[in-house]
């Protein structure tokens, strides 16, 4: 073989190598954004438990122990808490009552004051 085809080969394998490299990093790139819809979706499922969750333990607290007990505060401070964290994860905040997500950080920490008896 003359030195012109060895440098010829040499480049046609380099070529190769380069487009299934290429091809393999596209792939990985498609696949790992058809997962980060399911990942954020996941995340705003988390964000809802949590302040519901929070939410039914302020109503239950305030219904066992009364408006002004220290179990009432105390859930009062975890639904804040609960709805701080969604804001700073996902700029949106969960509405239990109204079922609905908020996208303004638009919250009243004397929201339940109506459930007072």
Same mark, same amino acid.
């Given at each position: 073989?003359?030195?012109?085809? !060895?440098?010829?080969?040499? +480049?046609?394998? #380099?070529?190769?190598? !380069? *487009?299934?490299?290429? /091809? +393999? /990093? ?11 819809? !399911? ?9 809802? *438990? $949590?302040?519901? #969750?929070?939410? %039914? =333990?302020?109503?239950? /607290? ?14 009062? %401070?975890?639904?804040?808490? /609960?709805?701080?964290?969604?804001? $700073?994860?996902?700029? =949106? ?6 079922? *609905? ?9 004397? &929201?339940?004051?109506? &459930? =007072?008896?």
């Amino acid at each position: 073989m003359e030195d012109g085809e !060895t440098m010829t080969i040499q +480049t046609g394998g #380099k070529k190769f190598l !380069t *487009r299934v490299i290429l /091809a +393999t /990093a596209a792939l990985l790139g498609m696949m790992a954004s058809a997962g980060a819809p !399911t990942a954020s979706a996941e995340s705003y499922d988390k964000c809802q *438990r $949590r302040i519901a #969750k929070a939410d %039914h =333990r302020l109503h239950e /607290a305030v219904e066992h122990h009364g408006w002004n007990s220290r179990q009432a505060d105390r859930a009062r %401070h975890d639904l804040h808490e /609960a709805r701080e964290r969604c804001w $700073r994860e996902r700029h =949106r905040w969960w509405d239990e009552d109204g079922r *609905r997500w908020h996208s303004d950080r638009d919250w009243d920490d004397h &929201d339940h004051d109506h &459930d =007072r008896h």
